[in-house]
């Protein structure tokens, strides 16, 4: 699977889209993307695939926010202690947005609003 990311990397990248069709259709097309749809009950999680090496998430922005949450490309930077990063992180004047949750058994993720107003991901591997 490659290098594992280091603490503080970048180590995920996810797009959240309300048309998914297309935008596996744009991204097969563009870099040669494959895609490999995983139902995980109560939504479907496509893995980017290049060749064997998945390379990012994609999924369906959830049915009547579709006003409230635009289509965007969310990143998420590894950190040893999610609860410890996202205290620290609003010591530093960080909002939270999505309390830690677990994601399947792959491990725990969050999202903060920096100062500044961007959106970024915490992900403490399993």
């Known amino acids: 699977m490659g290098n594992k990311p280091q603490n503080s990397e970048f180590c995920w990248n996810e797009l959240m889209t309300s048309d998914v069709p297309r935008a596996k ?11 490999e749809d995983h139902d995980m009950g109560d939504m479907v999680y496509t893995l980017f695939k290049s060749g064997d090496k998945s390379i990012g998430g ?12 635009p289509p965007h490309w969310m990143s998420y930077v590894s950190v040893a202690k999610l609860e410890q990063a996202v205290e620290k992180g609003q010591k530093l004047g960080a909002t939270l ?3 830690p949750k677990t994601a399947g ?5 969050a999202v903060i609003l920096d ?6 991901a915490l ?3 399993a």
């Open 97 to 99: 947005v999505v309390p």
């Open 123 to 125: 992900w403490e591997a």
């Open 58 to 69: 994609l999924l369906q922005i959830p049915q009547g926010k579709e006003n409230q949450i």
């Open 25 to 35: 259709e744009f991204y097969k097309a563009l870099f040669g993307w494959e895609n």
């Open 105 to 109: 058994e792959f491990g725990r993720l």
């Open 115 to 120: 100062p500044t107003g961007a959106h970024i």
